[in-house]
């Protein structure tokens, strides 16, 4: 079960992040066009696929420095 975890908690990180994200800043750059649906989907498309291989490669990285964080914190 973990390895299947493996790729769709990263998955889903990278689809509703680039989505967020890719139409905050299409709406940023170009504001509201009549075409923005179109822009936005096509922006929303290459973020992902640019998003989903960084998110696994970047999240065992982040889940270390989170391990060695929370053996640093203090327990109260």
Excluded: H
Excluded at 19 to 35: A, E, H, K, Q, W
């Amino acid at each position: 079960m973990q390895k299947l975890e493996a790729l769709y908690f990263p998955f889903f990180m990278a689809l509703f992040m680039s989505c967020v994200m890719s139409l905050v800043l299409t709406i940023l750059n170009i504001g509201f066009p009549s075409d923005l649906l179109f822009k936005w989907l096509t922006a929303w498309a290459v973020a992902f696929m640019v998003a989903f291989p960084a998110v696994i490669i970047i999240a065992p990285i982040v889940r270390k420095i989170c391990v060695a964080l929370q053996k640093n914190t203090p327990k109260n």
